[in-house]
């Protein structure tokens, strides 16, 4: 079983592994990225609208 240094010795070394591979997305990715992220949030809007709508005509409240 290791030990807690163990664990954290092997949890910074992935870390910085991954780090290592990242890159800073450029302008053109990122922006592609904030209209995907936007366009989900807006749905997932319409959908909780469309269901609380549903609801109101349900209960009549």
Do not use: Q, S
């Amino acid at each position: 079983m290791a030990t807690t240094t163990e664990k954290l010795k092997n949890f910074f070394a992935e870390l910085r592994r991954v780090l290592l591979v990242t890159k800073k997305p450029g302008w053109k990715e990122f922006k592609m990225a904030a209209k995907i992220t936007g366009i989900g949030m807006i749905l997932i809007g319409l959908i909780g609208l469309v269901i609380r709508m549903i609801g109101y005509l349900i209960t009549g409240a």
